[in-house]
């Protein structure tokens, strides 16, 4: 047996080596089972035990636990040893109550109070092992019994560094499992300040603690960000032999480094020039480092090197605001794609990814397109094909499209199955997206599903059937490809499918060709027919048929198949019935009935492509995608009109373009002009199933008011009517703020409710022109007296605002509803919004209520459509001062993409799917109408989920407007 040296406790360590000399697990059990038989009766016989005897026997408890025993006992022993002034004592009862006991034991109270004494002792040893123990614990009962306490030794000027570092990883601790029982409001600044702690060690872990509590409220902790990039600046231009003790070979403190990095990722870039050229300095300081020879060959130091720049990289990524910085983080990541680490390489091509995104290195990252490709093929690792693949698709433009679907094809051949199906969804998307050439696009999509066609799924070939519907020009082309590519010995199911579909619609503009002659096409078709599954086979019969009218010469060939007992005798329903059904329908149609059930298929309405929605996981409900149609409709007739942000597309640039959609009646206009006040029968949308209701009020005859500019002279100017003054008042009723909120993204809700009253809003808006109608309903079961609705405007918002109101009854019976209707023009931004004061008399008092009317600038946004070219260069025109408005702000709702662009489309702006190669962040494009001219305003809302944070950035085409709108999407995600 080996010695024990001083205090090692001989008895444990003969009772570890009896244990590792058994030669069997029953030995092994009989042996602890003696062992924890005389613990236990030493626990319970022998009162004169001293601290090392405890100790001892405590040691051996934790021991046989560890070996994955249960121990019930010797817990009180534990917590007796807290109190003893040995360190070693002390420790070992510490490590066994970390270890053994959880917030839920019934000894916490006794261990909360042993760990009170040793925070408060002069002793730091014993101080830090309290703190140890505490994290190690954790739960809200070490949260609400030391969350005052830890944060007073982390910011006391007594404590020293050892203890300060412990505190803050201790608060960490606790923050992690139980945030909301730490007062975290009290010490926002003092643990900023920690941040110029002259110990990097404490420094660290402060920076930890601060990088988790910025996801509670970042405004508190902004002021962090001046204080990390000093600290950052100086142990970058510091040299390996001035931060000996934290240097790691030869890298200055590369773990803070690091985390100072990320911490700087959740904000924006700073807006004080001094500032930010400082930050600026040290991305560069940190890029210039890298390009030096290395100090050591060791891979520690590369190790370290590295982590610092590609954090400072995912930095200059982060602020996308500065070129000359995104173009060398380019092309030092380009140098890693050849290294001969394959770490190195998958960071470098990950990294490389979310550059391409930016528009100032998107050129850059194209610059390495060969290296690229050469790594997608002879890269042995799939992880790193895979980037491969991602950076291919991120760098694709319309100058490199062919080249890079071509490496895409030419590699899937071989690729692993793992990656095959996406890379599918990339080519179809990059070759619809992208394509200059209608039957390039066809060609591609037509090799896509020759390679891998099991890989194809039913979005990719529907997609491209319904491109060629919608071009007369590529339909005869179509026709004859897919005729050659079904002449292939082995030709795919999806094939098939494709080339059913296309013959029957257009197989007539290539019956000219003996070659291709109406009998070629169909025995080629029907050579496939048994080859294929039932679904397949329904798509050729329906072929079948659509031949009958455009070949009548194929009648009796056809009608022979459609009634073979293998047909209507099918054991399949739809292939039998599908047979007989065309049987008859050959056989009894006249000549003007078969072309008129046969024509062609219409013209494919759908305006975003389903392929990439596929790729993204995403599918939108059906409410919505009718909502947003709608939008689009009403807006087609305006977007030519805003010509800073708008662009034309034309049939030559991509096949995703739209449908002609016929001009929209101003069907919103016409209502406005010519509506009265419908009764409140009819108007019962807030549910309230009430069924008496007071009649409503005659309409007013027009005063004599000067007539409204800007071709809206149908809106009545009612404030020359000499309403009852509203009374004086600049509180707003409890709640009405957050329902104002609440219609930032939607126009339809409820306004204020109380136990008497309900009112609720329903509006619409077309361009600059809007129709409000609030509806007041009466809960009680008593008659609502002078009532009135009045609204009180600043002078501010009348100038941008022209706001007619219909007048209301001043009698709300018990139990009915009214409705109240706003006619509402734009003139100009504004960007406050009425008040809505409603009075009426109830239980013999004045009720008065103060409410925000919903009617915000943003209500008169109309979505617009956009090319990803012509978006980036018109988000870089929007660079001047005043013109951006940037946000980062903590998630309120649960990061559903869905909700989430739910939201961004009840915003009023139009949601580009295909702008963002990441397909996480939402970027946007409207106009704002008013009488006087047309704002544009892009956005781009980015999604951090695992920091639970969003980062909002809106441009505008006039200044003031993006705060305003910033201001309004805050706290709606």
């Not at 890029?287 to 130091?301: D, F, G, I, T």
């Amino acid at each position: 047996m080996p010695a024990v040296k001083g205090d090692g406790m001989r008895g444990l360590a003969v009772f570890i080596s009896d244990i590792r000399n058994c030669k069997s697990k029953e030995a092994e059990t009989k042996r602890i089972n003696k062992e924890l038989a005389n613990i236990r009766s030493k626990f319970k016989g022998d009162k004169t035990l001293d601290g090392y005897q405890k100790k001892k026997y405590v040691c051996k408890l934790l021991f046989i636990f560890l070996l994955g025993h249960d121990i019930d006992f010797g817990h009180m022993e534990a917590v007796n040893l807290l109190s003893s002034n040995k360190y070693t004592e002390k420790q070992i009862g510490y490590l066994f109550i970390s270890v053994l006991i959880n917030s839920d034991n019934e000894l916490i109270k006794l261990i909360v109070q042993a760990i009170k004494n040793d925070l408060s002792s002069r002793n730091p040893i014993h101080t830090c092992l309290a703190l140890h123990c505490i994290a190690n614990i954790g739960g809200k009962e070490m949260a609400e019994a030391f969350g005052h306490e830890i944060p007073k030794i982390l910011t006391s000027g007594d404590a020293i560094d050892s203890v300060k570092q412990s505190a803050a990883l201790c608060l960490l601790r606790l923050y992690h499992t139980s945030a909301d029982s730490l007062p975290i409001g009290e010490w926002p600044q003092r643990v900023i300040h920690l941040l110029n702690d002259q110990h990097l060690g404490v420094v660290t872990a402060a920076t930890s603690l601060i990088h988790s509590l910025v996801g509670s409220n970042s405004d508190e902790y902004k002021g962090c960000v001046s204080l990390a990039v000093s600290r950052l600046s100086r142990i970058v231009t510091s040299s390996f032999t001035d931060l000996q003790d934290y240097t790691y070979y030869f890298v200055p403190a590369p773990w803070l480094s690091v985390k100072l990095l990320r911490l700087l990722q959740l904000y924006p870039p700073p807006e004080d020039p001094a500032l930010r050229g400082r930050l600026t300095e040290c991305l560069e300081t940190i890029l210039n480092k890298a390009q030096e020879p290395p100090k050591s060959k060791k891979v520690q130091h590369s190790n370290a090197k590295n982590a610092v720049l590609f954090e400072a990289i995912n930095l200059i990524i982060h602020m996308d605001s500065e070129p000359n910085l995104l173009v060398r983080a380019c092309n030092q990541l380009g140098q890693f794609l050849q290294h001969r680490e394959t770490n190195l390489r998958y960071l470098a091509l990950e990294s490389m990814c979310l550059i391409a995104t930016s528009e100032f290195s998107h050129e850059a990252v194209k610059k390495h397109q060969e290296t690229v490709i050469n790594a997608l093929k002879t890269e042995r690792d799939v992880s790193v094909r895979q980037r491969a693949v991602d950076l291919l698709y991120a760098m694709c433009d319309k100058t490199n499209v062919e080249e890079i679907t071509a490496e895409m094809l030419s590699y899937l051949e071989s690729a692993d199955y793992s990656i095959r199906e996406e890379m599918v969804l990339k080519v179809a998307i990059l070759a619809e997206k992208y394509a200059q050439d209608y039957s390039w696009y066809v060609d591609t999509i037509l090799n896509l599903i020759r390679i891998a066609g099991d890989y194809v799924s039913e979005e990719v070939y529907f997609r491209v059937i319904q491109i060629v519907v919608n071009r007369d020009d590529i339909q005869g082309y179509a026709a004859k490809t897919v005729f050659e590519a079904l002449q292939a010995p082995a030709c795919h199911e999806n094939m098939v499918k494709v080339g059913g579909y296309i013959l029957g619609e257009f197989g007539n503009l290539i019956a000219g060709d003996p070659r291709s002659s109406p009998h070629v096409q169909f025995n080629l078709l029907h050579s496939k027919y048994h080859l294929c599954h039932s679904s397949t086979r329904a798509l050729l019969l329906s072929t079948y048929i659509k031949f009958i009218n455009l070949f009548p010469e194929m009648k009796s060939t056809i009608q022979a198949v459609f009634s073979s007992n293998n047909n209507i005798r099918n054991s399949d329903a739809e292939l039998q019935q599908r047979a007989l059904e065309y049987l008859q329908l050959s056989s009894v149609s006249t000549s003007d009935l078969l072309p008129t059930v046969l024509e062609e298929m219409p013209l494919f309405p759908e305006k975003e492509s389903s392929i990439l929605a596929k790729l993204k996981k995403k599918k939108p409900s059906v409410a919505e995608k009718d909502e947003k149609q709608l939008k689009k409709s009403q807006s087609a007739d305006s977007t030519e009109a805003a010509v800073s942000i708008t662009t034309t597309t034309t049939t030559t640039e991509s096949p995703i373009t739209t449908l002609p959609t016929p001009k929209p009646e101003l069907t919103l206009i016409n209502q406005i002009a010519h509506s009265s006040p419908p009764t409140s029968n009819s108007t019962d949308l807030l549910g309230l199933n009430i069924g008496v209701s007071a009649p409503a009020p005659e309409p007013m005859a027009p005063p004599q008011a000067a007539p409204v500019t800007n071709g809206s002279e149908f809106l009545l100017d009612v404030f020359d009517m000499n309403p009852p003054a509203a009374p004086v008042t600049d509180r707003l009723t409890p709640g009405a703020e957050e329902n104002f909120r609440k219609f930032v993204c939607k126009n339809n809700a409820v306004l204020f409710e109380n136990d008497a009253i309900q009112i609720g809003v329903k509006s619409e808006y077309r361009q600059n022109l809007g129709r409000m109608g609030l509806f007041f309903g009466n809960k009680t079961h008593f008659q609502f007296s002078n009532f009135q609705s009045q609204l009180d405007i600043t002078d501010e918002v009348a100038a941008g605002l022209t706001v007619q109101a219909e007048p209301v009854a001043t009698v709300l019976e018990a139990e009915a509803q009214v409705q109240q209707i706003f006619k509402v023009v734009c003139n100009a931004e504004f960007f406050d919004s009425p008040r809505l004061i409603v009075q009426f008399g109830y239980g013999g008092t004045q009720q008065i209520l103060v409410l925000k009317l919903p009617l915000m600038f943003s209500k008169f946004f109309g979505p617009v459509e956009m090319a990803q070219q012509d978006f980036f260069s018109r988000w870089k025109q929007l660079s001047s001062p005043g013109q951006e408005c940037q946000k980062v702000f903590k998630a309120v709702f649960p990061m559903d993409n869905e909700s989430v662009r739910a939201k961004l489309t009840g915003f009023g702006v139009g949601v580009l799917p295909t702008i963002d190669p990441n397909p996480d962040n939402f970027v946007c494009a409207g106009i704002l109408y008013t009488g006087n001219t047309q704002i544009g305003a892009l956005v781009r809302l980015e999604p951090n989920k695992p920091a639970q944070m969003y980062r909002l950035t809106i441009r505008s085409s006039k200044q003031g407007v993006s705060e305003a709108l910033c201001e309004l999407l805050d706290g709606q995600f």
